[in-house]
């Protein structure tokens, strides 16, 4: 029986790794699928485009209210000019008229110029979360190539691994190993515990000395009366 613990000690070595490589082989995985740093980059450069985008267009609007009032102010001063109008009232009213929209006018332009100022500042911004993202995204280039380099070397080893644990699961009997399989997810991926100082490896109880005996020279599996896994003996 000592064989079987020994076979089942070593194929636990080749599973722990598996564990490892599958864990890891996932991370990879969700490390290729979504780069944080390259996707707050990428959204820095769109939220400055979108501002430019609505800066452009209220500066676009201020530009269609300023030449309707431009051509309003063009009738206006047509019609107070023309000398067909004589009637004194109406022609102050039409210079009133004009007045307040050359003032309106006048006010539109200030606020297209601090538009146009703000529209540089975010020309800027833009420039510069662009290189920003050219730099987070070569990076993110290498860093995928060495994390593709890691994820082949990682399945070769795993090819290698099954190899290795169809060979170790030849020489176990099938109720012994059913019996490895079912206790791995119940016991934290440890079913089979050693020997230190006289006590499990894994959970640190007590094993009395004939209880080691037996499970180095027992006709079957002998197990850690506290924590419940399979002793290997050595």
Same mark, same amino acid.
């Given at each position: 029986?000592?064989?079987?613990?020994?076979?089942?000690?070593?194929?636990?070595?080749?599973?722990?790794?598996?564990?490892?490589?599958?864990?890891?082989?996932?991370?990879?995985?969700?490390?290729?699928?979504?780069?944080?740093?390259?996707?707050?980059?990428?959204?820095?450069?769109?939220?400055?485009?979108?501002?430019?985008?609505?800066?452009?267009?209220?500066?676009?609007?201020?530009?269609?209210?300023?030449?309707?009032?431009?051509?309003?102010?063009?009738? +206006?001063?047509?019609?107070?000019?023309?000398?067909?109008?004589?009637?004194?009232?109406?022609?102050?009213?039409?210079?009133?008229?004009?007045? +307040?929209?050359?003032? +309106?006018?006048?006010?539109?332009?200030?606020?297209?110029? +601090?538009?146009?100022?703000?529209?540089?500042?975010?020309?800027?911004?833009?420039?510069?979360?662009?290189?920003?993202?050219?730099?987070?995204?070569?990076?993110? !280039?290498?860093?995928?190539?060495?994390?593709?380099? !890691?994820?082949? !070397?990682? !399945?070769?080893?795993?090819?290698?691994?099954?190899?290795?644990?169809?060979a170790a699961t030849g020489q176990i009997q099938a109720e012994i190993l059913q019996t490895y399989e079912k206790l791995r997810p119940a016991k934290n991926h440890i079913a089979?515990?050693?020997?230190?100082?006289?006590?499990?490896?894994?959970?640190?109880?007590?094993?009395?000395?004939?209880?080691?005996?037996?499970?180095?020279?027992?006709?079957?599996?002998?197990?850690?009366?506290?924590?419940?896994?399979?002793?290997?003996?050595?």
């Amino acid at each position: 029986m000592s064989n079987s613990s020994f076979h089942l000690y070593q194929l636990q070595k080749v599973d722990l790794r598996l564990d490892h490589l599958n864990q890891r082989l996932e991370k990879i995985a969700s490390l290729l699928s979504y780069n944080p740093k390259l996707t707050a980059a990428l959204d820095s450069v769109n939220a400055s485009q979108g501002a430019i985008r609505q800066k452009e267009a209220e500066l676009a609007a201020l530009e269609q209210v300023s030449e309707s009032k431009k051509i309003k102010i063009e009738q +206006s001063e047509a019609s107070l000019y023309n000398g067909k109008n004589t009637n004194p009232k109406e022609l102050k009213d039409l210079q009133t008229e004009i007045d +307040s929209l050359k003032r +309106s006018v006048s006010t539109i332009e200030e606020n297209q110029i +601090s538009l146009m100022a703000i529209l540089d500042d975010l020309a800027q911004n833009l420039s510069e979360n662009k290189a920003a993202y050219s730099v987070v995204l070569g990076e993110s !280039e290498q860093e995928n190539q060495t994390l593709f380099n !890691e994820n082949s !070397e990682l !399945e070769k080893e795993k090819e290698k691994l099954f190899k290795e644990r169809q060979a170790a699961t030849g020489q176990i009997q099938a109720e012994i190993l059913q019996t490895y399989e079912k206790l791995r997810p119940a016991k934290n991926h440890i079913a089979v515990t050693t020997i230190e100082e006289q006590s499990c490896a894994t959970c640190g109880s007590e094993i009395t000395a004939s209880d080691i005996q037996k499970a180095r020279t027992a006709s079957a599996l002998s197990y850690c009366p506290s924590c419940g896994r399979i002793i290997y003996a050595g």
